[in-house]
């Protein structure tokens, strides 16, 4: 059974009201879904996205019991204001929570290609519609952009070695598997220690690239906010350092009150400008009892905010 990361502290966020509309922008295994749809009376709506259509499906049979308005859509969150529009709900929704992790069904189906810890076909894909791949991006892509892609969104050191031998290796034959890219990065690393699986963060990268997340957040965050209403909450729960900078950064800068210029020696903006206050000063993190019991939640970091305006 898929558990939830974080999953008192996403509702309590949430702040839920029985009558009011919520979207599940990433429903996953379906546990926050869930959550959700329990404190919801007959007039309330859950709106559940996913890019996976086998997450949509999951949710539909996990929520069938319950009697909330349900709608579900195989669909990317950046198209959250287009959902919206056709439900007529733009404008109008109390609350949007997006978990940032890649699921564990994901993660254990070795088909797939996500992880390095079996051996699969090189795919990474989040919507199987798509026709780009990880094949594509190690068999493809110049050293120079293997590099960049992996000191960018995986922040590894050995971004430029790694990418060497890349190339090197395709040039005898393509990398088709999980196992073979994860051995180019292990030989990379030889008896250097690393905390984490040299394969670790070569992998989120080309995920990452596979399925244009980070842009795709952006994205997701300016339209998320457009879209609730006065009092409307946002949660997002992230993984890792890249994305919880964007989320951050993001609900600074929308709760910005003045917008002038910092090169203005003084404000003529009103300061009044800010959309959203951020509900979490500090990011909030698994308790030591839920990292124990699910240490796949170690690293999920939760950031909140409310629209103002």
Known sequence: ???????????????????????DCTSGGGGHSEEIAKNLSEKGMLVCLDMDSEAI????????????????????FKDIDLIAEELGVKGKINGILADLGTSMFQLKDMTRGFSFMGDG???????????????????????????????????????????????????????????????????????????????????????????????????????????LLKGGRLVVISFHSLE?????????????????PETQMRCTCGGNNAVVKVLTKKVVRPSEEEVKSNPASRSARLRACEKVV
Request: aromatic content about 8%; hydrophobic content about 35%; proline content about 2%.
């Open 121 to 227: 076909e090189l795919d990474m894909r989040m919507n199987k519609n798509s026709n780009f791949t990880a094949k594509e991006v190690v068999n493809r892509y110049t050293e120079n952009e293997l590099a960049s892609i992996f000191k960018e969104y995986g922040e590894e050191k050995l971004a430029k070695k790694i990418a060497r031998m890349i190339v090197e290796e395709r040039k005898v034959a393509p990398i088709k598997t999980t196992s073979k890219l994860s051995e180019i990065a292990v030989k990379a690393y030889g008896s250097r220690r690393s905390k984490i699986h040299p394969a670790t963060r070569i992998f989120q990268a080309i995920r990452i690239e596979v399925n244009k997340e980070l842009d795709n957040l952006r994205i997701f965050l300016d339209k998320a906010i457009d879209s």
């Open 244 to 260: 919880d900078r964007i989320v951050k950064n993001s609900f600074r800068e929308k709760a910005k009150k003045c917008i002038c």
């Open 1 to 23: 059974m898929h558990t939830p990361v974080l999953l008192k502290e996403s509702i309590g966020y949430l702040n839920i009201q029985p009558d009011g509309v919520y979207f």
């Open 57 to 76: 499906e999951r949710v539909k049979k996990r929520l069938e019991h319950y009697n909330c308005r349900k709608y579900f859509y195989h669909k990317n």
